[in-house]
């Protein structure tokens, strides 16, 4: 099974700050790798796949980059509605498995 | 627009069997290249990725939780059904379906899940 790790598992930013949250995977997965947010109560909801391709309509403050083993999600300028729990997934087609979540707190 | 609900029990005691249905709107499961899968969230805690069907029904599960599982598709009803055996209390979780979404990447195809339903809270509990 390929694991992924988050780093941190927490963070405390401030409106406008410029955020990184990093994956790794356990093996090389190319750029298949796909970043969430997800908000208390709601469902995740997709922001970068393939490593770096934005989905549609997501804030271009969103970016990733990476691959092989080691992934970026950046957040060039914290909005308040950023304050979420950020997740990293992979897939090789025949398992799917998330990162344990980046949780970005109000500082 | 896609939508996609979950629905089922929200108590089960354990040993029992849990069946949940996805029922979905703005796609087919016949249609080449769709699939469903389903995704855990214990309170608390991270995603757990369980099972997903595509629409030739080929089908993968979770390495760790396979020989529990079994997902199928009725795709003329628009509905997935996934079912769990003997549940424990740390199967306590919110429970997921969402709609793959297919790309290709460098001449291969990968994909995410682009949307999601509301979720349902399954509790374990004698």
């Known amino acids: 099974d390929i694991q992924m790790t988050q780093s941190p598992s927490s963070l405390s930013a401030s409106v406008g700050d410029r955020v990184t949250i990093t994956c790794r995977a356990s093996?090389?997965?190319?750029?298949?790798l796909n970043w969430y947010q997800q908000k208390p109560g709601r469902a995740p909801k997709v922001l970068i796949y393939?490593?770096?391709s934005l989905e549609s309509g997501v804030p271009s403050r969103f970016s990733g980059s990476g691959s092989g083993t080691d992934f970026t999600l950046t957040i060039t300028t914290l909005q308040p509605e950023d304050f979420a729990t950020y997740y990293c997934?992979?897939?090789?087609?025949?398992?799917?498995?998330f990162g344990q979540g980046t949780k970005v707190e109000v500082k | 627009q896609i939508t996609l609900k979950e629905s089922g029990p929200t108590l089960v005691k354990p040993t029992q069997t849990l069946t949940l249905t996805c029922t979905f709107s703005?796609?087919?499961?016949?249609?080449?290249?769709?699939?469903v899968g389903w995704i855990r969230q214990p309170p608390g805690k991270a995603l757990e990725w369980l099972a997903l069907?595509?629409?030739?029904?080929?089908?993968r599960y979770s390495p760790s939780l396979s020989s529990r599982l079994t997902i199928t598709k009725d795709a003329s009803k628009n509905q997935v059904v996934l079912t769990l055996t003997n549940m424990d209390p740390v199967d306590t979780a919110t429970y997921y379906c969402?709609?793959?979404?297919?790309?290709?990447?460098?001449?291969?195809?990968?994909?995410?899940?682009?949307?999601w339903g509301q979720g349902t809270l399954v509790t374990v509990s004698s």
């Open positions: 969402a709609h793959r979404r297919p790309y290709i990447l460098t001449g291969y195809y990968s994909d995410y899940f682009d949307y």
């Open positions: 703005g796609f087919s499961l016949d249609s080449s290249k769709e699939g």
């Open positions: 069907i595509y629409w030739d029904d080929d089908k």
């Open positions: 093996q090389n997965i190319g750029s298949f």
């Open positions: 393939g490593a770096s």
């Open positions: 997934q992979q897939t090789d087609g025949f398992s799917w498995t």
